[in-house]
């Protein structure tokens, strides 16, 4: 899954905003119990858990280092440019 298609959700509210040198995307996960974002390489790995259990997603991201965090059950990544 691309930032793109997780913007495009009707699930997921989420936000992608274009600085120039940075691009950053925003999702609301709801009422995440535990969750967690790890990055690897050109990927983001989202786990958290909602109403039909644990679920994992795996974003893909442009090339330019990211730095991932969840805070109170919103993701922010921020992708440099």
Known sequence: MSLKHITERDDVFARRYDYG???????????AGDASVDVL?????????DEDGTRQIELQLPDGGAEAFITNGVLTIEVGL
Do not use: K, P, Q, S
């Open 21 to 31: 040198d940075e691009e950053v995307l925003v999702a609301d996960l709801g009422d």
């Open 41 to 49: 390489g050109n990927e983001a790995i989202v786990v958290f858990e």
